[in-house]
């Protein structure tokens, strides 16, 4: 208990001021700083700096038409990108109470990842290197650090896992796959996605804190174990 109560306390002593972009935050009262909990960026030219390009660029020359197809399709972001572990049955249309409430989670941690992003100002591989050819189209945000699409997917695992633990290293290994493939495709850096994995974790734990979110997401767990067909409580949770 007391190490619940220090990490929780130090989540709260990192929060920033709440910007005006963020009035609307659903779930958090105040924006996380992820500056004061994620790695610093690599300088420019700096050993670190051409580590993570040569990352990049090794990826680049093994990729393989599979993997590529793969993550492209994993570039249109979206939480039912799980589905091919959660089964065909997972889908926006059988899923209105969950669908709703990661509406509302993703936008709290929109915000927080905006103002990351703004703060630290890590361009893009292809941005910064004429090698790398980044696949996918045009990113959604010109910034890569940390990587949004992991910070949402890892966000994502890790709420979905709270709900269906049956599935929870099934989740993790998707959303690890879901995180290389950023790279894969040229869109970020490997330093990028171990930043969003970071964060994403962070995220979660402050909102698992919070008992309006811990309220919605146990309705939303209902809904989705019972479309699922999985018993109300899995089967470690029961009472012996």
């Known amino acids: ?120 100002q890590r361009p893009r591989p292809a941005v910064v290197h004429k090698e790398v050819l980044a696949l996918g189209g045009n990113p959604r945000l010109p910034t890569g650090y940390p990587s949004g699409a992991v910070v949402m997917m890892t966000l994502t695992a890790l709420t979905l896992s709270k709900m269906v633990p049956e599935k929870r290293l099934e989740l993790s290994e998707r959303n690890l796959e879901f995180a290389i493939n950023r790279v894969v495709i040229g869109q970020h850096f490997p330093r990028d996605i171990r930043a969003g994995e970071i964060a994403g974790t962070v995220i979660a734990h402050a909102m698992m804190e919070v008992p309006a979110f811990m309220t919605d997401l146990q309705a939303a767990r209902a809904e989705l174990r019972q479309v699922l067909g999985y018993p109300a409580e899995p089967e470690a949770a029961k009472p012996k």
Do not use: C
Not at 13 to 22: H, K
Not at 64 to 80: C, W
């Open 1 to 120: 208990m007391l190490i619940r109560y220090t990490a929780l306390a130090l989540l709260i002593s990192v929060l920033g001021t709440l910007p005006a972009s963020a009035q609307k935050m659903n779930y958090l009262r105040q924006v996380i700083d992820l500056t004061e909990l994620i790695p610093p960026v690599p300088p420019r030219d700096s050993t670190t700096w051409k580590e993570d390009l040569a990352g990049v660029l090794e990826l680049q020359e093994n990729r393989t038409e599979a993997q590529v197809r793969r993550g492209i399709a994993d570039n249109v972001l979206s939480i039912y990108r799980f589905e091919d572990v959660l089964g065909p049955k997972y889908k926006k249309e059988n899923l209105p109470v969950l669908d709703a409430f990661f509406e509302k989670l993703h936008a709290d941690q929109r915000a927080i990842l905006i103002a990351a992003k703004n703060a630290l």
